[in-house]
């Protein structure tokens, strides 16, 4: 039954649902498999083995009696370990929340169980989510699966999350991205990561890194099933003062694998000049082969692309500050070294500096808008690199060399700050067998096309369904 491990969420739900296999033998499948490998590879912190099997059991119940909960009734999953779980310890990838258990669960949490989803356990991440990498002192690094010679990165924050997908230790994941969180380990993982629209999804009961700039989102093998995370997570909830109003789309309707006529817009400037050869010239033959399919693919720059990194700085650090400030005077020596060390970098942030980052946020929002006016989205490189070494510090870009964390975030986080939503998708591998990723941008709110486009791409590339040498 470890096959049951490699199915896609769709795939899943469907098989649980005409009763073909049941809850309790998918959840037994995928526990037998944590137990057998993710001592290497170290994607979970905390597995809830005895509980999953209970809910497994109680979801057999309800099928058998004709009372299944919704999309995802059986279907196991992870959670990146910032969302609170009832009875279940948040560490937030930390020694300061190691015994820190929460009295209910955070608001997508709760959505996703009401859609039968089961919690298998809580997932590896950078500690209190800030940094690109994927490196916890605490818990031990979660390790890329992909080079089974050299010790690489998974990309961060949500490193667990993306390798427990991508290894078949989890059917799907929640991850969140302040700067690229989901979409940078998704890409360097070789598995498909949605941003949503800033908004879109609740925040509620998911532990912050910068308010203005944190969304959640689910990490899968395939956009389409994203798509069936995101129709169960989204929609307003008045426990977090920017969730959106707007109606929720049904996101799996609009799957219809149609590109004619669908217009997009290939990034140029910093997104054509930054990545290495590799990975620019796989996102090149992807667009050709969209424009293949019948979409109408031209080229746009971002023209204010430059300005991202210090305004996301400047919020990023005066945000997180905020947040840590009590436990850094108290409790300092718990932090990983690295991690407090940015964090005691937003005292240099001064008032001025992040009004005037907020106001470039504005301006770079607009800029994205201006591109999606005459276009329905446009695509890019996630990150300008494949999977650094670990014992990497800094990379070879096309532009030159940058340090590995500012390398790694440096297309991302562009799109955190304008809140458009945004998907890593698997575009192709480099010579060495590292994955490449490509990222779709979309206008606010519209989820449903950002998916369309990846879900078109995964109907006619088989780069999604590539398994890992660690796997």
């Not at 796989?282 to 990194?309: H, I, P, Q, S, Y």
Request: contains cysteine; glycine residues 10%.
């Amino acid at each position: 039954m470890s096959d049951l491990c490699w199915w896609p969420v769709t795939d899943l739900a469907r098989a649980i649902a005409t009763k073909a296999v049941s809850p309790v033998e998918v959840v037994q499948a995928y526990l037998e498999r944590v137990q057998a490998r993710d001592a290497a590879l170290r994607a979970y912190i905390t597995v809830c083995g005895d509980a999953a099997l209970e809910e497994a059991r109680a979801a057999e119940s309800e099928l058998m009696g004709g009372r299944p909960r919704g999309p995802l009734h059986g279907v196991p999953i992870g959670l990146k370990d910032l969302f609170a779980t009832a009875g279940v310890r948040t560490t937030g990838g930390s020694r300061i929340l190691a015994d820190a258990v929460p009295g209910q669960d955070a608001t997508v949490v709760r959505r996703l169980r009401a859609a039968g989803a089961i919690v298998l356990g809580k997932l590896n991440m950078v500690e209190f989510a800030y940094g690109p990498e994927g490196r916890n002192p605490h818990y031990g690094d979660a390790r890329n699966p992909w080079d089974a010679a050299t010790a690489r990165l998974a990309g961060g924050s949500s490193s667990g999350s993306a390798v427990a997908v991508a290894t078949g230790l989890a059917a799907a994941a929640l991850g969140s991205d302040t700067g690229g969180s989901v979409r940078i380990p998704a890409s360097l993982s070789g598995i498909t990561g949605l941003k949503p629209t800033y908004g879109r999804v609740s925040r509620a009961g998911v532990l912050p890194l910068a308010w203005s700039l944190d969304h959640v989102g689910p990490m899968a093998r395939t956009a389409a099933d994203c798509a069936v995370l995101l129709r169960a997570m989204a929609g307003y909830d008045a426990a977090d003062a920017s969730a959106s109003v707007l109606p929720v789309p049904d996101y799996p309707a609009a799957l219809t694998g149609e590109l004619a006529g669908l217009r997009i817009g290939l990034l140029r400037g910093l997104f054509a000049t930054a990545p290495a050869p590799e990975v620019g010239a796989a996102v090149e033959a992807a667009a050709a082969a969209l424009a293949g399919a019948g979409a109408v693919v031209d080229e746009v720059t971002l023209e204010r692309a430059g300005e991202a990194g210090p305004a996301a700085a400047a919020i990023v650090g005066a945000e997180a500050l905020a947040f840590h400030a009590g436990w850094l005077r108290t409790r300092g020596s718990e932090y990983d070294p690295e991690v407090a060390s940015r964090l005691r970098l937003g005292v240099l942030v001064s008032g001025v500096h992040y009004v005037r980052a907020q106001q470039v946020r504005g301006r770079l929002r607009e800029d994205v808008d201006a591109a999606l006016a005459r276009r329905d989205v446009l695509v890019a490189p996630v990150t300008p690199v494949t999977a650094p070494a670990v014992a990497d510090r800094d990379a070879a870009l096309g532009d030159g060399p940058a340090d590995v964390r500012s390398a790694l975030v440096r297309l991302t986080r562009h799109f955190n700050l304008s809140g458009h939503p945004a998907c890593s998708v698997p575009c192709g591998f480099t010579a060495g067998g590292l994955p490449i990723g490509m990222q779709v941008v979309g206008r606010p709110f519209d989820e449903a096309t950002v998916l369309r486009v990846a879900d078109a791409w995964q109907r006619i590339t088989d780069w999604h369904t590539r398994r890992p040498p660690l796997a």
